[in-house]
């Protein structure tokens, strides 16, 4: 599975950006992640293949997770975008029967995208 995701920019707080990523084919699942510098990957939001979407508190009421199946592409759309959320943002897989269970972990998916980094600040 080939993850390719894109979106990522400055914008200043209280805006809006829609992160996407395309991916060579359908899963189990898939996951935003996001990375500030020296810490591990965090969980953001993921959603299943039946629709079903999971969001970290951080993120819930502020952030929406979609797909457009028939384009095989999953959306993370951004607002009310905080200085705290600066960060590089990664898409990724899991197609593995475990990863309902791992869904908030990296270990839970397979395949990732390269990052795509998100810069708010005035």
């Known amino acids: 599975v080939q993850l390719q995701a894109s979106g990522g920019g400055m914008v200043q707080p209280g805006g809006s950006l829609r992160l996407s990523c395309a991916t060579s084919?359908?899963?189990?699942?898939m996951g935003w992640f996001r990375q500030f510098p020296g810490k591990e990957r965090e969980f953001v939001a993921a959603?299943?293949?039946?629709?079903?979407?999971y969001y970290s508190p951080s993120v819930k009421d502020r952030f929406t997770i979609s797909r457009d199946s028939p384009k095989n592409t999953v959306y993370l759309q951004m607002s009310s975008l905080k200085p705290e959320d600066t960060a590089d943002y990664y898409c990724?897989?899991?197609?593995?029967?475990?990863?309902?269970?791992?869904?908030?972990?990296?270990?839970?998916?397979?395949?990732w995208g390269q990052g795509t980094q998100v810069t708010v600040s005035s």
């Open positions: 990724a897989a899991g197609n593995r029967a475990d990863w309902y269970g791992y869904k908030f972990s990296s270990t839970g998916y397979d395949y």
């Open positions: 084919r359908r899963t189990l699942g």
């Open positions: 959603i299943r293949n039946d629709g079903v979407t």
